[in-house]
C-alpha cells in the first residue's frame, strides 16, 4: 500500500498515511477536519552505482553477458 500526502485546510496540516489509491479524503490527525488527498511531486532517487558510491563499472560489466 502506497504512502499518500493529505492536506487539511482547516488547520494547514499536511501528512502522510498509508493509504488505497481511491481514497481521497481522510481525518486530519490534529483537528479531525477532513483532508484532501496532495498532489506531491515524486523523490527523486537514485539506482545502481551512483546511489552506493560504487565505480560506475563494477568488475566484469566490459563483457557481453551474451547478448549481442
Given at each position: 500500500m502506497?504512502?499518500?500526502?493529505?492536506?487539511?485546510?482547516?488547520?494547514?496540516?499536511?501528512?502522510?498515511?498509508?493509504?488505497?489509491?481511491?481514497?481521497?479524503?481522510?481525518?486530519?490527525?490534529?483537528?479531525?477536519?477532513?483532508?484532501?488527498?496532495?498532489?506531491?511531486?515524486?523523490?527523486?532517487?537514485?539506482?545502481g552505482?551512483?546511489a552506493?558510491?560504487?565505480?560506475?563499472?563494477?568488475?566484469?560489466?566490459?563483457?557481453?553477458?551474451?547478448?549481442?
Amino acid at each position: 500500500m502506497p504512502i499518500y500526502e493529505f492536506h487539511c485546510a482547516a488547520c494547514d496540516r499536511t501528512f502522510e498515511k498509508l493509504s488505497h489509491s481511491d481514497v481521497t479524503e481522510h481525518p486530519c490527525p490534529d483537528c479531525g477536519a477532513t483532508a484532501a488527498k496532495a498532489i506531491s511531486i515524486p523523490a527523486k532517487g537514485q539506482v545502481g552505482a551512483a546511489a552506493t558510491g560504487a565505480p560506475p563499472c563494477a568488475a566484469g560489466c566490459g563483457k557481453s553477458s551474451g547478448f549481442t
